[in-house]
Structure formats: C-alpha cells, structure tokens
T-cell receptor, first 113, second 112 residues
Framework: DADVTQTPRNRITKTGKRIMLECSQTKGHDRMYWYRQDPGLGLRLIYYSFDVKDINKGEISDGYSVSRQAQAKFSLSLESAIPNQTALYFC????????????FGSGTQLSVL | SQKIEQNSEALNIQEGKTATLTCNYTNYSPAYLQWYRQDPGRGPVFLLLIRENEKEKRKERLKVTFDTTLKQSLFHITASQPADSATYLCALPPPGRRALTFGSGTRLQVQP
C-alpha cells in the first residue's frame, strides 16, 4: 500500500459545487501539505499543517479550506468550485528534519466545468 | 520576491550521454536545495539534497552541484537511459516560510 494515499484519483465537477479531496498517510509524519500543479507553473502551496492543531495558509489559499482530522488525515475542500481551480492536486508529508524532504501522494486530477 | 527558474523546454538527449539540468534562483540564500523526479500521473519523488556548504553531491549516476555565488544548481545524469525520462524539479526552502517552494520542472527525454 502507498504511504500517502489520495482520494479520489480523478474528479469532474461543476462550477459552484463543494468538493473535498482526502489524504491519508501511514508514514507517521506530523507535517502534511497540499500543493496544486498547473502546466508551466510548477507546484504551488495551498495549505500546510505541522500538527493537528497547527494549520497555515500557503501562497494560494483563497477559495480553499482544510481540515486536519488526525495525524494521519488532511483533507482539502473547495467550498464553491470554479473553473480555474482545475488542476492536479498533491498531498505530501514531511519528515520534519532540518533539511526536510517531502513524500507525495499520486495526486487528484480535478476538473471544474 | 524569490524566484526559482528551470528551463521549461524539454531536454532531448541520446542514451548514454550526460544530461544536465539547471535550477536558478534569485533574491535569497537557501540553506539547502533538493531535486525531485516526477513521472506522468505520479507525485514527485525525492532524489537528492545538497546543503549550502557542499559544492557537489553524488548518488549512483546522479550528481548535483550548488553554486551559492551564481545562485545555481546543476543536476547531472551520467550514462543516461530511457528509464531516466521524466520531469525533474528543484525545490528550496524560502526565507520566512516553513514549506518548500518548487520550480516548474524540466522534462528530460532520453532517446534509445
């Protein structure tokens, strides 16, 4: 089984709908992240959490919210989806070391029509 | 503002040659730099880390250099193979932030 699991893998939705992307991990890491990837723009940070009670906005948090339900679970919500939120979304965990490296899930491809 | 630049054009090379990818950054001095590999439809996978006081790091056929004066890292794959075809991303910890910032990546295509 994958260490970082994202569900669903693909999702098509309509403008205005509420969408939740889920992430769970078995690595035992406290740190979890949500990034989105768009062609030519690379990975951009949406939200990150260093423990269950620590949630922080990233560079593009507008239109998104998150919930850290447990050490192992970090979900991303789009309250009212819009077409420019069409992207590939990645969840990652961090090992918390000084030169922290990240471990990514396989991603969720979201299309907002 | 801080910026990370990687060549957006794909790099095409012949099998057996050395591939060299570039990562340039501006406006700050990171304590370290990381390289990741990303295959289509998959998440990035960590490859190598190099610290600011290290000039060069090697791992099997991979070599990374870090020039803090030029604000540049070079990523080399020697004796390249078609299986090395992927997108390679560099990542740095920006000042005042607690999460890595990634470049947009360079796609490498190794022709048999």
């Amino acid at each position: 089984d994958a260490d970082v699991t994202q569900t669903p893998r693909n999702r098509i939705t309509k403008t205005g709908k509420r969408i939740m992307l889920e992430c769970s991990q078995t690595k035992g890491h406290d740190r979890m992240y949500w990034y989105r990837q768009d062609p030519g723009l690379g990975l951009r940070l949406i939200y990150y959490s260093f423990d269950v009670k620590d949630i922080n906005k990233g560079e593009i948090s507008d239109g998104y919210s998150v919930s850290r339900q447990a050490q192992a679970k970090f979900s991303l919500s789009l309250e009212s989806a819009i077409p420019n939120q069409t992207a590939l979304y990645f969840c990652a965990t961090g090992d918390g070391t000084t030169n922290e490296k990240l471990f990514f899930g396989s991603g969720t491809q979201l299309s907002v029509l | 503002s801080q910026k990370i630049e990687q060549n957006s054009e794909a790099l095409n090379i012949q099998e057996g040659k050395t591939a060299t990818l570039t990562c340039n950054y501006t406006n700050y001095s990171p304590a370290y730099l990381q390289w990741y590999r990303q295959d289509p439809g998959r998440g990035p996978v960590f490859l190598l880390l190099i610290r600011e006081n290290e000039k060069e790091k090697r791992k099997e056929r991979l070599k990374v250099t870090f020039d803090t004066t030029l604000k540049q890292s070079l990523f080399h794959i020697t004796a390249s193979q078609p299986a090395d075809s992927a997108t390679y991303l560099c990542a740095l910890p920006p000042p005042g932030r607690r999460a890595l910032t990634f470049g947009s990546g360079t796609r490498l295509q190794v022709q048999p």
